[in-house]
């Protein structure tokens, strides 16, 4: 993936943060954005690491979402808590924002991969052997 696709992940996440933070409850909507916008800047190495190796096929979209649910637990909400959420909607709300960072990823992968298919990975594979 080029760096403008890099940087058209970071603008869908900032979409999406914004399409979550809509569909929140009016109480927690500033709170949620900002806490979504913490956790992918604090997210923000990883994401560019698991990006490239995606695109240098390294990783897989499980191995992927495996990586991504493994932050889970360091994801904080500070914001969030301090609403005295119930437990059970501030889980809600971190499986939300690893949902989003996901399909960001995951779509900007895939368009890239139609868009610039690699000669290394098609070599090798015979026509008749992918249908």
Known sequence: MTELELNL???????????????????????IKEDAQLVISELKIDIDKWVSHLNE???????????????RDFIKLTN???????????DAFKSDILRLIAKSIFNTYLNSLFRNPTPSSTKGIKKENLF
């Open 57 to 71: 096929r390294k990783l897989t979209c499980y191995e992927l979402e495996k990586l991504l649910e493994s932050k």
């Open 80 to 90: 969030i808590k301090k609403k005295d959420i119930d437990p059970e909607k501030l």
């Open 9 to 31: 992940i970071y603008l869908q996440l900032e979409r999406e943060i914004n399409l979550l933070s809509q569909s929140t409850m009016v109480t927690y909507r500033s709170a």
